[in-house]
Nanobody
Framework: QVQLVESGGGLVQAGGSLRLSCAAS????????MGWYRQAPGKQRELVAR???????SYADSVKGRFTISRDNAKNTVNLQMNSLKPEDTAVYYC???????????????WGQGTQVTVSS
């Protein structure tokens, strides 16, 4: 089994910062992509940032220049540093990992439980 544990969400004023973390554990052979998605009430879930095993990263246009994704492959951890937060960043943030579990021949997608980020104006 593969488990994801998220932390770092909370309430912050506009212009402030938060740092989200997600750690993967379990019987993992390898991890490819690790990323963050978010979903606001009444809206579809959207990609925020993603980092691949080779080091490449991608960001949603709405967060470029403000958010930074980083990985610690030795610890199977992905972080999201969020600066200059805006009220429109308010959402539940989900960690997503593509990993090959022990005994499997293919990769599978795993989701974290979600962590609430609220930005007040």
């Amino acid at each position: 089994q593969v488990q994801l544990v998220e932390s770092g969400g909370g309430l912050v004023q506009a212009g402030g910062s938060l740092r989200l973390s997600c750690a993967a554990s379990g019987s993992i052979v390898s991890i490819n992509a690790m990323g963050w998605y978010r979903q606001a009430p009444g809206k579809q879930r959207e990609l925020v940032a993603r980092g691949r095993s080779g080091g490449s990263t991608s960001y949603a246009d709405s967060v470029k220049g403000r958010f930074t994704i980083s990985r610690d492959n030795a610890k199977n951890t992905v972080n999201l540093q969020m600066n200059s937060l805006k009220p429109e960043d308010t959402a539940v943030y989900y960690c997503k990992v593509s990993a090959q579990p022990m005994g499997a021949l293919y990769e599978y997608e795993y989701w974290g439980q979600g962590t609430q980020v609220t930005v007040s104006s």
